[in-house]
């Protein structure tokens, strides 16, 4: 099983920009499809963003397509997920999580393996 550890959450105002990191333990980091889901205060959780195992697919979001890029590096076991022009709308716990698959998908239920989560709030 992978463990997973996010950081970089905190206060952000709108408008600002965030990095997200997520360190991956326990396991061949390079075999893991990897996406980030967020949960907002009252609300389901939802996809974010994937990228696959080698760092040459992505998918994300229609709410956060060309503001958020996710991304790894198979040597430092990580995995980022970068978003700019923050909204409010962004407030949320950022989970990061890994699927064993080979096909980039949304759906959480692929998902494994799931860190315990960065939150981040937007300000205006």
């Known amino acids: 099983q992978l463990q997973l550890v996010e950081s970089g959450g905190g206060l952000v105002q709108a408008g600002d920009s965030v990095r997200l990191s997520c360190v991956a333990s326990g396991g061949t980091f390079n075999t893991y499809i990897f996406g980030w889901f967020r949960q907002a205060p009252g609300k389901e959780r939802d996809f974010v963003a994937s990228i696959s195992r080698q760092g040459g697919g992505t998918m994300y979001a229609d709410s956060v397509k060309g503001r958020a890029t996710i991304s790894r590096n198979n040597a430092e076991n990580t995995v980022w997920l970068h978003m700019s022009r923050l909204k409010a709308e962004d407030t949320a716990v950022y989970y990061c999580?890994?699927?064993?698959?080979?096909?980039?998908?949304?759906?959480?239920?692929?998902?494994?393996?799931w860190g315990q989560g960065t939150k981040v709030t937007v300000f205006s």
């Open positions: 999580a890994a699927e064993a698959g080979v096909d980039l998908t949304q759906q959480q239920k692929h998902y494994a393996d």
